[in-house]
């Protein structure tokens, strides 16, 4: 990121990554820590608690040297615990100085590839969903709680999203929909709150866990992206923060 200036900050910010645990997560919480101003707060959400930990530890001198502080809360979000620990976690640093709210959900799954009429158990689907698309509205309705609009608080939100939210593609029913669902819910936040930019990011294939799931269901094999190149662009779009409220961008094209 050598063409960003240094005196561009994301700001004293309270950051909540969701899925930070590993892949893509990580990466942003290595890049994103490294844009915070001094006293900020960094809440790392996945369901491991071993790996959190080990990305804190991986932070640590650095996170130390900046003064940000750093939680680690190891939950299931499909799940109403789950949600409402994260966002008890966040009223906890409500109380402190802070000029950014900046939430990144990106926790997500594939869920199963399969044809259409296979999917006749709708337990499965909702579970799917449950995680996918209804903690997302529901971890964000609880973020906005805690944070209400107030004068000089800036807020971002980012819904990691995909090239199929927009393109079906056969057998990815359950995928493709829940992608496609979030960029709506994103797009409705951002018309019924301009104070909230808000910014889904499509961050390309990656090297990732779930790209070896798909390389063993499918059989298909894309040329994959480091996770941290990708994590480069996005932290570069929120420092920039000139794309429009509710735009869907591609790391493609940006």
């Given at each position: 990121m050598s063409d960003i200036t240094n005196h561009r900050t994301l700001g004293r910010s309270i950051c909540i990554i969701t899925g930070a645990s590993k892949g893509f997560g990580r990466a942003l919480a290595h890049k994103v820590s490294r844009w915070l101003k001094p006293g900020s707060i960094l809440l790392l959400v996945a369901r491991s608690e071993t790996l959190l930990q080990e990305l804190k530890e991986e932070l640590q001198s650095f996170t130390e040297e900046q003064q940000t502080v750093v939680h680690c809360v190891a939950v299931d979000l499909s799940t109403r615990e789950g949600v409402n620990e994260t966002v008890s976690m966040a009223r906890?640093?409500?109380?402190?100085?802070?000029?950014?709210?900046l939430l990144i959900n990106n926790a997500a799954t594939l869920g199963e590839i399969s044809n259409f009429a296979s999917f006749t158990n709708i337990e499965e689907v909702n579970s799917y969903l449950s995680l996918n698309v209804s903690s997302a509205l529901a971890l964000t309705a609880g973020i906005l709680q805690v944070f209400p609009c107030v004068p000089l608080l800036r807020w971002s939100v980012v819904n990691i999203s995909s090239a199929f939210a927009?393109?079906?593609?056969?057998s990815w029913v359950l995928y493709c929909t829940a992608k496609a669902a979030r960029k709506m819910m994103f797009r409705v936040l951002a018309e019924e709150q301009p104070h909230v930019k808000v910014l889904s990011y499509s961050p390309g294939p990656m090297e990732t866990d779930m790209q070896k799931e798909i390389l063993r269901l499918t059989g298909v094999k894309h040329h994959l992206l480091p996770c941290q190149e990708s994590a480069d662009k996005l932290v570069k779009l929120l420092l920039d923060d000139d794309f429009i409220s509710g735009a869907h961008l591609d790391f493609f094209e940006v």
């Open positions: 906890q640093e409500a109380g402190n100085e802070i000029d950014h709210v927009l393109q079906p593609l056969p």
